[in-house]
């Protein structure tokens, strides 16, 4: 899950707790955006909430032995999972979602392009790298994971307030027109993936619900104020609601 959402479930399990100082990052980390694992540990319990981040879910890489236009200066290889997905399978767990940083923006625009085994392809589109990868993170999961042990959900994608123009003006209220964004090419890739696997993943679908939610962005409230945020949310705030329909799911099948 994104790493505002893994704060947001740690908050809202330490509420739970009376002896606070039981709860430790297992690194001694402090929690800020920049680390690639976060690991929580519930000692009173005896369990532990991990996050790992993985932007693509598959590996990022270096352009190595092809001629390629000066435009490429990266490869993203949609056919090999993040390399940090041996830290995965021994989960009870999983809990996925990927899609903000499948725009322009953070790929072609950095010179960032796809990669198919050896071959280079630049005429590819966001949606169906997009797709290929998604297959390549199926293909793990049936080749990998045991349902009897382990329980897969992956979140649909979160959309961003921003206008037309890259401004962002976070609402006082809930927007009453989601113009659109209660509907995502992404989140329809999702679950038609995982409709036809084989392992069972339930599909968490956040999209619509949060497209109202123009209210509910970092904005101004960001890292460096001279740029607004309307794509990340605050906390608490509408993470913590998914949480919610998270920890029912989970209670439920339990109780099940």
């Avoid at 010179?111 to 993170?137: D, H, K």
Wanted: glycine share 6%.
């Amino acid at each position: 899950m994104s790493r505002t959402q893994w704060e947001s479930l740690i908050c809202m399990l330490m509420t739970g707790l009376d002896d606070k100082k039981s709860v430790y990052e297992v690194n001694g980390n402090n929690i800020t955006k920049r680390i690639r694992f976060l690991g929580v540990r519930f000692s009173s319990f005896n369990f532990t909430v991990e996050f790992y981040r993985s932007v693509f879910l598959v590996q990022p890489g270096k352009l190595l032995r092809w001629h390629a236009p000066k435009r490429v200066k990266s490869t993203l290889k949609l056919d090999v999972l993040d390399v940090i997905n041996h830290e995965w399978s021994s989960a009870d767990y999983l809990v996925f979602n990927t899609g903000q940083w499948w725009v322009p923006g953070k790929l072609f625009e950095t010179g960032c392009y796809f990669q198919v085994g050896n071959s280079l392809r630049l005429g590819m589109s966001i949606p169906a790298a997009y797709r290929v990868a998604l297959e390549t993170w199926a293909s793990w999961i049936e080749n990998t994971i045991d349902p009897n042990k382990t329980r897969v959900l992956f979140r649909t994608f979160e959309p961003s307030h921003w206008s037309d123009h890259r401004s962002c003006n976070v609402t006082k209220y809930p927007t009453p027109d989601t113009e659109g964004r209660d509907k995502s090419i992404f989140s329809e890739m999702i679950k038609e993936v995982v409709k036809n696997m084989t392992v069972p993943v339930s599909v968490l679908d956040v999209t619509s619900m949060s497209a109202f939610r123009s209210d509910g962005h970092v904005g101004l409230w960001s890292d460096n104020p001279l740029v607004p945020d309307c794509s990340h949310w605050c906390l608490p705030g509408v993470p913590d609601i998914w949480n919610e329909i998270l920890l029912f799911f989970l209670f439920r099948q339990q109780v099940q």
